[in-house]
């Protein structure tokens, strides 16, 4: 690995002198999404081609540009698996080894699999856990990562260890801490050594220092109904890793050609090219049309995680992709390695426009039929809901009195649920959870409906449920339920008393 310092990076050339139509294309897909402000990158044959979409913050004139920097959420993750590739290239460590070696906070639900888990397995995504509790769902930004990772042994797993893909953010988290104590640097100091600093990415950081460090930053927002409004954005170190980093398209460009290229940038090779692939090869069976929709397309031909990166196919062209989603912000990044094409589209707002954009643009540069993507996405998004949780019928009849209900419950990974009793429904929150506050209908018997109150959880956390186990006409534990096969058992630990 080169330590010479790259010049500095030029301007892009404007998407017009790739191809005329894709600027009409990302002002129509952002548009149709409300997205206040975005950010384009795209490569082709080694070239790199810019469009800047809107502000920086709803309402204000600040124009967005290729040195704006975007939360790209969990794209985050092919960051962490490059940076352990390069470790792994300098021999100062192996997929391999196990991961205990360096985060022994980690424990799964058994330990002896515990013990079998290799840095291979965690940047793959092959644990085996469903996406339950706050480690997915939203901890406080100030809980420390050690209490995540130890958490991880109250989830019970769906599949065997490296059984097939399943999405578990800490696993990825957990990958982070372990480059970083590779080197005794930790993570951020790491990955700008040996990736940004290489490539001339001065326009990327990560978590916390990302606060402070990227005075160019585009706002966070989400769309409430017809309204686009805006959000405070969260900057934590606790899911460095699995997301938290922020980038901007002048450094995008240069992240793409760095895996559009086997790891060499204008001459120089900034990582092996082999240890490169390794984190673009297959390591974890996936189903598309089953699996998460953003990394396998519905009617791709076959599917697979690798370390960091979804693997399937774009109409049988092999791609390579990733999505983010946060509160506030949504990304995609996408590789057509054959044909030597990148796209990474940045978005400053929860918007389900970036995901059909990012294909609609691969599909204009490789010649594919027209398709309205955002149509098809919408069809495949229907297809794959799960089943909503019933909406509470005018008059149904709790199975316990509503004050029976009341108390605080606790779970060992996730910390306290305090409910309260109110007069025709349950309050609750977590104390440890972020913007998680929620209000419980009754659907009858003894199960409610969850309403989360605070943008803009409200938005984006739809379907829960929540189950009361009863002893002694009071309720013993409160059964939430995540997805299908999916809960988390919060035990009565104490009676609060009942308010109206």
């Known amino acids: ?24 294309l990302c002002d129509a897909y952002l548009g149709a999404g409300k997205v206040p402000g975005a950010s384009v990158a795209i490569v082709a044959a080694d070239q790199r081609y810019h469009h800047a979409h809107g502000v920086k913050h709803a309402g204000g004139t600040e124009p967005v540009t290729a040195a704006t920097g975007f939360d790209i959420a969990s794209c985050s993750k092919a960051f962490v698996s490059a940076t352990i590739a390069s470790l792994v290239a300098d021999g100062l460590a192996a997929w391999d080894d196990p991961l205990a070696r360096w985060v022994p906070e980690f424990e799964l639900y058994d330990p002896a699999v515990t013990a079998e888990v290799r840095l291979r397995d965690v940047c793959a995504n092959r644990l085996g856990l469903p996406r339950a509790g706050f480690t997915e769902y939203g901890f406080k930004p100030t809980v420390p990562v050690e209490r995540i990772l130890r958490g991880l042994r109250h989830t019970a797993p769906i599949h065997l260890l ?6 578990v953010n800490a696993g990825h988290t957990a990958a982070a801490l372990a480059a970083g104590r590779i080197t005794g640097l930790g993570f951020l100091p790491t990955l700008r050594q040996r990736l940004l600093e290489p490539l001339g990415m001065q326009g990327t950081s990560g978590g916390l220092a990302a606060r402070t460090e990227l005075p160019d930053q585009a706002g966070w927002h989400v769309r409430d109904g017809d309204e686009v409004v805006p959000i405070e954005p969260t900057f934590s170190d606790y899911h460095l890793g699995s997301g938290a980093i922020v980038v901007c398209d002048l450094d995008a460009l240069q992240w793409l050609r760095l895996h559009l290229n086997g790891g060499l940038v ?19 069976v996936a189903v598309p049309g089953k699996d998460i929709l953003s990394l396998f397309p519905p009617d791709a031909r076959m599917g697979a995680y690798a370390l960091g990166w979804a693997v399937s196919d774009l109409e049988g062209n092999p791609l390579l992709c990733h999505s983010g989603g946060d509160l506030g912000v949504t990304s995609l990044t996408l590789l057509l390695p054959r044909s030597g094409i990148g796209i990474a589209v940045y978005a400053n707002a929860a918007s389900n426009g970036v995901l059909p954009l990012a294909h609609a643009l691969a599909a204009t540069l490789l010649g594919l039929r027209p398709r309205d993507w955002l149509a098809h996405y919408k069809a495949a998004a229907a297809a794959m809901a799960p089943p909503r949780t019933p909406e509470p019928e005018a008059g149904a009849l709790p199975g316990l009195e509503l ?6 419950y606790s779970h060992p990974a996730d910390g306290d649920l305090v409910i ?16 998680m506050a929620f209000e419980a209908r009754p659907l009858g018997g003894h199960r409610f409906a969850i309403h989360f109150s605070e943008l803009p959880t409200r938005l984006t956390t739809v379907g829960f449920c929540m189950e009361f186990v009863a002893a002694d006409d009071a309720a013993a534990e409160a059964v939430l339920h995540i997805a299908p096969g999916v809960t988390r058992v919060f035990k009565r630990r104490l009676a609060v008393p009942s308010s109206s």
């Open 1 to 24: 690995m080169t330590s010479t310092a790259p010049a500095a990076l030029s301007p892009p050339a404007p998407l017009d002198l790739l191809d005329p139509r894709l600027r009409a």
């Open 162 to 167: 490296r059984d097939r893909f399943t999405y």
């Open 266 to 284: 204008d001459g120089r090779q900034v990582l092996p090219r082999e240890a490169l692939l390794e984190t673009h090869r297959p390591h974890a």
């Open 403 to 408: 004050s029976a209900c009341a108390g605080t």
């Open 420 to 435: 309260e009793a109110g007069a025709t429904a349950l309050r609750g929150h977590w104390p440890d959870g972020h913007r």
